[in-house]
T-cell receptor, first 114, second 114 residues
Framework: DTAVSQTPKYLVTQMGNDKSIKCEQN?????MYWYKQDSKKFLKIMFSYNNKELIINETVPNRFSPKSPDKAHLNLHINSLELGDSAVYFC?????????????FGSGTRLTVV | KQEVTQIPAALSVPEGENLVLNCSFT??????LQWFRQDPGKGLTSLLL?????REQTSGRLNASLDKSSGRSTLYIAASQPGDSATYLCAVSMTTDSWGKLQFGAGTQVVVTP
């Protein structure tokens, strides 16, 4: 049973396209996150949702729009893709906003914009 | 602003040697610190979670210590095996940030040679 699952695992698309990445967790956690890992391997937070409410939005371009239809899902939609959006995107979840019991990450989505 | 640094950036050891990975952070007001393992093309696997009130955590061959006042954590892996080859990341969450976002170091890439 995969705890945090992301689809697709790989995504190759042309500049200007719109794409979505889906994330689902079956851990019963109430907080979900999107992180971006750039070419230098640094992981940085993008968004966080707690009980379907947006609680973190870290200076991310408006072209990125997260959507949380329920506590178990947090999807990421990206409009007008640019070359600089190429990265690995990780979804994560925790119980509570402080992550007192730690965080669980998905396996990542490698996005390549050509 | 919190900065998380991991030294060394890369490490190669023969099988059987003990591994010592270092993580330092500039702001001691952390809520907890977590060590992750990342395998190429895969997601992050949580190894150990240390709450700010704790001094160390152990799991099997892994032991992580935390010295909050000096801003340091060390991950020890005893009797290394080729299967330990991966990138190890440390991440902190802050007490000043109730939303629980993680701030990551750049990681230490470990190679254990048979």
């Amino acid at each position: 049973d995969t705890a945090v699952s992301q689809t697709p695992k790989y995504l190759v698309t042309q500049m200007g396209n719109d794409k979505s990445i889906k994330c689902e967790q079956n851990l019963g956690h109430d907080t979900m996150y999107w992180y971006k890992q750039d070419s230098k391997k640094f992981l940085k937070i993008m968004f966080s949702y707690n009980n379907k409410e947006l609680i973190i939005n870290e200076t991310v371009p408006n072209r990125f729009s997260p959507k949380s239809p329920d506590k178990a899902h947090l999807n990421l939609h990206i409009n007008s893709l640019e070359l600089g959006d190429s990265a690995v995107y990780f979804c994560a979840s925790s119980q509570g906003t402080g992550g007192a019991r730690g965080y669980t990450f998905g396996s990542g989505t490698r996005l390549t914009v050509v | 602003k919190q900065e998380v640094t991991q030294i060394p950036a890369a490490l190669s050891v023969p099988e059987g040697e003990n591994l010592v990975l270092n993580c330092s952070f500039t702001d001691s007001a952390i809520y907890n610190l977590q060590w992750f393992r990342q395998d190429p093309g895969k997601g992050l696997t949580s190894l150990l979670l240390i709450q700010s009130s704790q001094r160390e955590q152990t799991s099997g061959r892994l032991n992580a210590s935390l010295d909050k006042s000096s801003g340091r954590s060390t991950l020890y892996i005893a009797a290394s095996q080729p299967g330990d080859s991966a990138t190890y990341l440390c991440a902190v969450s802050m007490t000043t940030d109730s939303w629980g976002k993680l701030q990551f170091g750049a990681g230490t890439q470990v190679v254990v040679t048979p």
